[in-house]
């Protein structure tokens, strides 16, 4: 399989590969598969952090293209993990789909990073989609760990399928999680954040915002945050997980 540029560009950045063995594939609902994965020496090579994501390579045609998946339920010591897929028409869903224990799938490293700000934040504001559940749910598990219930979360995550919201979000009962039924190409779930998010409801210099969706659904909340309610950058961590 021959990587697109993407590959040599990675490689020059340092980036790490490996190869996955494919153990085993989980129904967590019709439309979100849990893939079981030996890791090949990823977790001892890179360690671990909330929301790791990963570079997968899917073959087309004997092309490579990367999609990127998130760590779940890393076990450093067995190396072994999982990876949860949001399944529709695409390469690496399709592949969810259909892949068989034995199969191995390469993957790269480079580029997952993430931190709290330095002072707790006074609340944290999360926006995603089963796409970005699996690095929300490390989220809120790194939050109870490390601040508690000091610093509580308000989500909204966006729903296509009926099962969704039935997908565990392992949040507090001080948290607030709403789903949000996917409606005109995003608008919707846009709406009801940016109605939510005031100048009365939020501190710009004490609050921590993690945006998580579709790729311009992204980019309307981190504008609304920047723009209207002069957000600094620092405190704000966004990244469109895929585009319509
Ligand atoms: C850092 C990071 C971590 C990610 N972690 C995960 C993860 O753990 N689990 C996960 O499921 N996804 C995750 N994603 C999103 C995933 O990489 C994309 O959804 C990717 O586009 C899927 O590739 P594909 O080949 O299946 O579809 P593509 O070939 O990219 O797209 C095919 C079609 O499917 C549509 N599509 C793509 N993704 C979605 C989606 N999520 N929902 C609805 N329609 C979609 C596209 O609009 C297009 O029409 C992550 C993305 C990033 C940036």
């Given amino acids: 399989m021959k990587r697109s540029w993407e590959g040599v560009v990675l490689k020059v950045m340092g980036a790490k590969d490996f190869t996955l063995h494919v153990t085993g594939r989980q129904e967590i609902t019709p439309d979100f598969l849990r893939i079981h994965v030996r890791d090949g020496g990823l977790l001892s090579s890179v360690g671990l952090h909330p929301t790791l994501w990963i570079r997968l390579w899917f073959d087309d045609a004997g092309k490579g293209h990367q999609r990127a998946y998130t760590v779940v339920n890393a076990d450093p010591v067995a190396g072994t993990f999982s990876m949860d897929f949001a399944i529709h028409d695409g390469l690496a869903a399709d592949w969810a789909r259909s892949v068989q224990p034995g199969t191995t799938i390469e993957a790269t490293v480079q580029g997952s990073a993430f931190a709290f ?128």
Avoid: M
Avoid at 119 to 142: F, Q
Avoid at 152 to 172: C, F, G, K, M, N
Avoid at 217 to 229: F, M, N, P, Q, Y
């Fill in 117 to 244: 700000p330095d002072t707790a934040p006074r609340r944290i504001w999360v926006v995603g989609d089963p796409a970005s559940l699996p690095a929300i749910n490390s989220l809120l598990d790194e939050r109870n760990a490390v601040l508690g219930t000091a610093a509580p979360v308000t989500a909204w995550l966006e729903y296509q399928h009926d099962a969704d919201p039935s997908i565990e979000v392992r949040a507090s009962t001080s948290d607030v999680v709403t789903w949000v039924p996917r409606k005109r190409d995003g608008d919707a779930l846009v709406e009801e954040v940016v109605l939510a998010l005031t100048a009365d409801t939020v501190s710009a210099v004490d609050d921590f915002f993690w945006i998580a969706c579709e790729a311009s659904s992204t980019r309307a909340i981190v504008k609304h945050l920047r723009k209207v309610l002069g957000v600094d950058k620092h405190r704000i961590d966004a990244l469109g997980y895929w585009r319509a």
